[in-house]
């Protein structure tokens, strides 16, 4: 089924390419002879893809599995830093201003912390 899929995909390429060839190499107010063959590649074209519809979406997969894993893995990193509460900052006892762990007065009250 796949070198069936992959035959009617080249045929269906060929015969289109062929009609848009004859249409726009034509002279002057000539009919085109083969403009037909789009028409026939057209629906050549559609059965030929969606034989190797598997195939296609396989190999465009592993062109991608990389870069899909890379980015899941930082999206997952992104969420897990957002549900674990900041270590960085803590609060005022005083006034309830938020400071950072490393401050030894509050900035807002002057508060030792």
């Known amino acids: 089924m796949r070198l069936l899929g992959i035959l009617l995909l080249l045929g269906g390429f060929g015969c289109l390419g062929f009609s848009i060839f004859d249409f ?3 002279q002057g107010m000539e009919e085109p002879k083969y403009f037909w063959l789009g028409f026939v590649g057209m629906p050549m074209i559609f ?3 969606v034989l190797n519809g598997s195939a296609i ?14 980015t899941m893995k930082v999206v997952g990193e992104g969420l897990r830093e957002g549900l674990e509460p900041e270590s960085t900052s ?4 005083k006034c309830g201003h ?4 490393t401050d030894k007065f509050c900035s ?3 508060g030792s912390l």
């Open 24 to 26: 726009f190499t034509l």
């Open 90 to 93: 803590a609060f005022c006892t």
């Open 47 to 49: 059965i030929g893809f």
């Open 98 to 101: 938020s400071v950072k762990r």
């Open 108 to 110: 807002s009250c002057g």
């Open 57 to 70: 979406q396989r190999y465009m997969f592993n062109q991608q599995k990389d870069t899909l894993r890379d």
